[in-house]
């Protein structure tokens, strides 16, 4: 099986660099690389047209919106792609070398995953900190979620692997969530009460390069509580 590997930028050339490499290293497992760049200006659009890769590459150009909203450009991503299984990531990361063939052959049907996010240094040290609720680095199994107490928050946009037709079940991830911060909770969870089986996928490794992030927005908090803790959810 092949991957729709699915890639969010904007104006991060360098590091989409360093992850169209992890992906070209890997391309005997990519079905196509969908990138969607929301209007760049370091020259990414003109870079990515330079490259001459053994897989397909669509780009998807930004439209101006009155304020950037990543969780629409992630959506657009997931409704270009065939139907088969795709892993989104953003710019600033990159695959360890098994990564999509890990994938490849270990994704469980009808499963909403997460690959395994190492946070690392611009030398690409681990460095200490979030990682998956605290899951351990070395570890490389693919972990059923599904009997685990609110395991749907053990989930990272960085990192997604879905299907189109698992998104399209819960209408992609819900648009008012703006800014930073558990609108992937509310789409694990989501999925799941649609059907979809939870699964962490450890064994898929994602390289996330640190640098500063801005706390979760309240107004998220308080929304993913809301339906957390009232009848937004029927749990």
Same mark, same amino acid.
């Given at each position: 099986?092949?991957?729709?590997?699915?890639?969010?930028?904007?104006? =991060?050339?360098?590091?989409? +660099? +360093?992850?169209?490499?992890?992906?070209?290293? =890997?391309?005997?497992?990519? *079905?196509?690389?969908?990138?969607?760049?929301?209007?760049?200006?370091?020259?990414?659009? &003109?870079?990515?047209?330079? =490259?001459?890769?053994?897989?397909?590459? +669509?780009?998807?150009?930004?439209? *101006?919106?009155?304020?950037?909203?990543?969780?629409?450009?992630?959506?657009?991503?997931?409704?270009?792609? &065939?139907?088969?299984?795709?892993?989104?990531?953003?710019?600033?990361?990159?695959? +360890?070398?098994?990564?999509?063939?890990?994938?490849?052959?270990?994704?469980?049907?009808?499963?909403?995953?997460?690959?395994?996010?190492?946070?690392?240094?611009?030398?690409?040290?681990?460095?200490?900190?979030?990682?998956?609720?605290?899951?351990?680095?070395?570890? &490389?199994?693919?972990?059923?979620?599904?009997?685990?107490?609110?395991?749907?928050?053990?989930?990272?946009?960085?990192?997604?692997?879905?299907?189109?037709?698992?998104?399209?079940?819960?209408?992609?991830?819900?648009?008012?969530?703006?800014?930073?911060?558990?609108?992937?909770? &509310?789409?694990?969870?989501?999925?799941?009460?649609?059907?979809?089986?939870?699964?962490?996928?450890?064994?898929?490794?994602?390289?996330?390069?640190?640098?500063?992030?801005?706390?979760?927005?309240?107004?998220?908090?308080?929304?993913?509580?809301?339906?957390?803790?009232?009848?937004?959810?029927?749990?």
């Amino acid at each position: 099986m092949k991957i729709n590997v699915i890639t969010v930028t904007y104006n =991060q050339l360098e590091g989409l +660099k +360093k992850q169209y490499k992890s992906i070209l290293s =890997q391309s005997k497992y990519v *079905k196509e690389w969908i990138v969607y760049d929301d209007r760049s200006k370091d020259g990414t659009i &003109d870079w990515i047209g330079k =490259q001459t890769p053994c897989f397909p590459v +669509k780009i998807i150009e930004g439209i *101006k919106r009155e304020k950037p909203l990543v969780v629409a450009n992630m959506n657009e991503c997931m409704k270009e792609t &065939d139907g088969g299984v795709f892993i989104l990531s953003f710019a600033d990361s990159y695959y +360890k070398e098994d990564a999509l063939k890990n994938l490849s052959e270990t994704y469980i049907p009808n499963s909403f995953g997460s690959a395994a996010r190492i946070d690392v240094n611009e030398k690409g040290q681990p460095l200490q900190g979030y990682f998956l609720n605290n899951v351990d680095k070395s570890e &490389d199994d693919v972990r059923n979620m599904m009997s685990t107490k609110r395991g749907w928050e053990s989930f990272a946009g960085n990192g997604m692997i879905a299907t189109k037709s698992i998104m399209e079940g819960i209408g992609y991830i819900d648009e008012t969530y703006g800014g930073y911060g558990v609108d992937d909770y &509310d789409t694990a969870m989501r999925t799941m009460m649609n059907g979809a089986l939870l699964y962490l996928y450890l064994n898929v490794k994602i390289y996330h390069t640190s640098h500063f992030v801005k706390n979760t927005t309240p107004d998220n908090i308080k929304r993913y509580m809301t339906k957390l803790e009232g009848t937004g959810y029927s749990l």
